[in-house]
């Protein structure tokens, strides 16, 4: 089966451009994260998706960010008004229902470059 | 608020060596703990894992320790490869179905062939 698939894997917008990150995670599985990893730095979390619970959106730096999860699967990340801060690494990874401590798997990334 | 702390940036090993990478927490409601590893230009991939009522899990070369009353887990990778060269992170969760999985800095291990 396919792993979690993320597009686009490039992304260089102007500042004050608004984006969309595409993450399509592992069909069956219920949880969905974004994370984010800026240039030397480790992994930041931004927003946690768990079935049909609330979204756990305490990570996201700012309410320029904003994150759907249509139908328990395809989730996007928007960002607003794109800041040269928003440069980054956006790493997505979804992980099955029950098993031993949410074992993550990630997609390769969209590095997102803000001009 | 750093939950996952990895205070070594980097470690540097001649293969054949062992690599130990440590790794600090702080929320003791934390139940599995876990380490990826991170190629250049990929997803970090899931390497090992141990839950809080174990010491020690093991496969192959690489085990895994942890010291509840420390808090704090380590990563023996025994015999290094050159392949082993990557960045490693921590990461710690609690019970699965609602809390979020929380990553370290990561640290950059370089095995010398």
């Known amino acids: 089966g396919a792993g979690v698939s993320q597009s686009p894997s490039n992304k260089v917008t102007e500042k004050g451009k608004d984006v969309e990150l595409r993450c399509d995670p592992i069909s069956g599985h219920t949880a969905l994260y974004w994370y984010r990893q800026s240039l030397g730095q480790g992994l930041e979390f931004l927003i946690y998706?768990?079935?049909?619970?609330?979204?756990?959106k305490s990570g996201l730096p700012s309410d320029r960010f904003s994150a759907e999860r249509t139908g328990g699967s395809v989730s996007t990340l928007t960002i607003q008004r794109t800041q040269q801060e928003d440069s980054a690494v956006y790493l997505c990874?979804?992980?099955?229902?029950?098993?031993?401590?949410?074992?993550?798997?990630f997609g390769s990334g969209t590095q997102l470059s803000v001009l | 608020d750093q939950q996952v702390k990895q205070n070594s940036p980097s470690l540097s090993v001649q293969e054949g060596r062992i690599s130990i990478l440590n790794c600090d927490y702080t929320n003791s409601m934390f139940d599995y703990f876990l380490w990826y590893k991170k190629y250049p230009a990929e997803g970090p991939t899931f390497l090992i894992s141990i839950s809080s009522i174990k010491d020690k899990n093991e496969d192959g070369r690489f085990t895994v320790f942890l010291n509840k009353s420390a808090k704090h887990l380590s990563l023996h990778i025994v015999p290094s490869q050159p392949g082993d060269s990557a960045v490693y992170f921590c990461?710690?969760?609690?019970?699965?179905?609602?809390?979020?999985?929380?990553f370290g800095a990561g640290t950059r291990l370089f095995v010398k062939a």
């Open positions: 998706f768990q079935g049909n619970s609330a979204p756990d």
């Open positions: 990874a979804s992980s099955p229902p029950g098993g031993e401590g949410e074992k993550l798997f």
């Open positions: 990461a710690a969760s609690g019970d699965t179905g609602g809390f979020k999985t929380i």
